[in-house]
């Protein structure tokens, strides 16, 4: 699969929204999704806009929610 293609652009206030509501640090959100603190914190500030499909379901996991949840509007 194509890399570009793959990626999906995150909103980052959504996820901090979300982790925030269930009770999550960033660094639980990256241990359960298999990335970095910095990962996360890079998303949530929008200095990382997106990230893999992969990443994104991991995400999505962690927080109990549809990937449609993290994902900003006219998202490829």
């Known amino acids: 699969?194509?890399?570009?293609a793959s990626r999906c652009r995150?909103?980052?206030h959504a996820m901090r929204a979300l982790r925030r509501l269930s009770g999550k640090t960033q660094l639980d959100l990256a241990r359960m999704g298999?990335?970095?603190?910095?990962?996360?914190s890079r998303l949530e500030r929008?200095?990382?806009?997106?990230?893999t499909h992969e990443v994104l379901e991991r995400l999505a996991a962690?927080?109990?929610v549809p990937i449609s949840?993290?994902?900003s509007a006219?998202?490829?």
């Open 34 to 40: 298999g990335v970095t603190h910095s990962y996360i």
């Open 74 to 76: 006219g998202s490829s």
């Open 10 to 12: 995150v909103n980052g």
């Open 62 to 64: 962690a927080l109990g």
């Open 46 to 51: 929008g200095e990382r806009l997106g990230c």
């Open 1 to 4: 699969m194509n890399n570009v």
């Open 69 to 71: 949840a993290l994902i």
